[in-house]
């Protein structure tokens, strides 16, 4: 198989493997159950269990399917995570507050300086509020809730 990425053999406690692909943005784990894939070539089987948690399973093989083809892992199998956003703005917020500056500081500086100036004295403190949500979830987050962006949200 050609690979456009790196690939690396994760060798665990137990006799298992588990061979990694990554292009550095996107992963894909796959787990050796028997044998092994240091000795050179191997036959892929894959094994089912249930049908109520077969989506991702599923999902791995279409991915590793497209990879095959394309060389490259499939941009559109991997969805971008709706919460990365929202994080990248928490985490932003909080550099800016420790740099020094305000609630109406930050606002501007994550949400453009025209928005934060017409909104800001406006007849909804939804902005104000905006800022203080942001900043008290990256409290959270330094405190030790950092563990809580790294869960997979449907599991």
Same mark, same amino acid.
């Given at each position: 198989?050609?690979?456009?990425? *790196? =690939?690396? &053999?994760?060798?665990? @406690?137990?006799?298992? $493997? ?12 796959? @787990? +050796? ?7 050179? %070539? &191997?036959?892929?089987? +894959?094994? *089912? @269990? ?23 892992? %499939?941009?559109?199998?991997? %969805? ?7 994080? +990248? ?15 109406? $500081? +930050? ?5 453009? =300086? ?8 406006? %007849? ?32």
């Amino acid at each position: 198989m050609r690979m456009g990425c *790196f =690939s690396a &053999v994760l060798l665990g @406690e137990d006799p298992g $493997e588990q061979l990694l692909l990554s292009d550095g943005l996107h992963n894909l784990r796959l @787990e +050796i159950r028997q044998g092994t894939l240091l000795a050179g %070539p &191997v036959r892929l089987r +894959i094994r *089912f @269990e249930g049908l109520t948690a077969l989506d991702a399973p599923l999902l791995t093989l279409r991915r590793l399917v497209a990879f095959h083809r394309l060389g490259r892992m %499939p941009r559109q199998l991997f %969805p971008r995570d709706p919460r990365v956003d929202r994080a +990248i703005l928490t985490l932003r917020a909080w550099d800016a507050h420790c740099a020094g500056a305000g609630q109406r $500081e +930050i606002a501007a500086l994550l949400l453009g =300086s025209p928005r934060a100036d017409s909104d800001w004295q406006g %007849p909804s403190d939804y902005l104000r509020s905006r800022v203080k949500r942001l900043l008290r979830a990256a409290r959270a987050t330094v405190r030790g809730n950092w563990r809580r962006l790294l869960r997979d949200p449907r599991s």
